[in-house]
T-cell receptor, first 117, second 113 residues
Framework: GAGVSQSPRYKVTKRGQDVALRCDPISGHVSLYWYRQALGQGPEFLTYFNYEAQQDKSGLPNDRFSAERPEGSISTLTIQRTEQRDSAMYRC???????????????FGPGTRLTVL | GNSVTQMEGPVTLSEEAFLTINCTYTATGYPSLFWYVQYPGEGLQLLLKATKADDKGSNKGFEATYRKETTSFHLEKGSVQVSDSAVYFCALKGSSNTGKLIFGQGTTLQVKP
């Protein structure tokens, strides 16, 4: 079946603009995670949803960052008034309900490479 | 807080050489441990995992054993191939229910024929 998809794959924007990054999880996966990965580093947790509820947003760096998952499926990560330091790969992952045989595994999408000029 | 430390790369090996990539962690409680791999141009894929002390995860000839006494989860492979060239990430999931993964910085492996 289809994996996690993200769009756009590449986004170049000017400083001060808002951007919206989309994640489409694997069908039936109830948990959805957003991570940010700087060049040469491991992914860093941003936020987590269980169905439509945002369970943990402790990793969002400041109030310019927000995320939503209104119908418990597709999620959007929005960055307002982008800054050059926001340039990174933004990765989305989803995981199935507990008890379905793949405990703890997160399936990652290809990522969106954001460049802020 | 929870953290993961990996050996710095890049690691360059000849084909059929033995591979070890060190990973140590700091965590409260009983975390689950993972190795993810990122092949060139692709996304992150789960390579193997272990959910309790002394468990051994294995896949594609790679192995890692969850050592609570040394807080380590070192990745090993007896004979690497050129196709194993990738970036390897060690990660942990804490005992809480959020499910978020904490990753190490990644280790680049380059295998030469």
């Amino acid at each position: 079946g289809a994996g996690v998809s993200q769009s756009p794959r590449y986004k170049v924007t000017k400083r001060g603009q808002d951007v919206a990054l989309r994640c489409d999880p694997i069908s039936g996966h109830v948990s959805l995670y957003w991570y940010r990965q700087a060049l040469g580093q491991g992914p860093e947790f941003l936020t987590y949803f269980n169905y439509e509820a945002q369970q943990d947003k402790s990793g969002l760096p400041n109030d310019r960052f927000s995320a939503e998952r209104p119908e418990g499926s597709i999620s959007t990560l929005t960055i307002q008034r982008t800054e050059q330091r926001d340039s990174a790969m933004y990765r989305c992952a989803s995981s199935p309900p507990r008890g379905t045989g793949t405990l703890d595994e997160q399936f990652f999408g290809p990522g969106t490479r954001l460049t802020v000029l | 807080g929870n953290s993961v430390t990996q050996m710095e790369g890049p690691v360059t090996l000849s084909e059929e050489a033995f591979l070890t990539i060190n990973c140590t962690y700091t965590a409260t409680g009983y975390p689950s441990l993972f190795w993810y791999v990122q092949y060139p141009g692709e996304g992150l894929q789960l390579l193997l995992k272990a959910t309790k002390a002394d468990d051994k995860g294995s896949n594609k000839g790679f192995e890692a054993t969850y050592r609570k006494e040394t807080t380590s989860f070192h990745l090993e492979k007896g004979s690497v191939q050129v196709s194993d060239s990738a970036v390897y990430f060690c990660a942990l999931k804490g005992s809480s229910n959020t499910g978020k993964l904490i990753f190490g910085q990644g280790t680049t492996l380059q295998v030469k024929p």
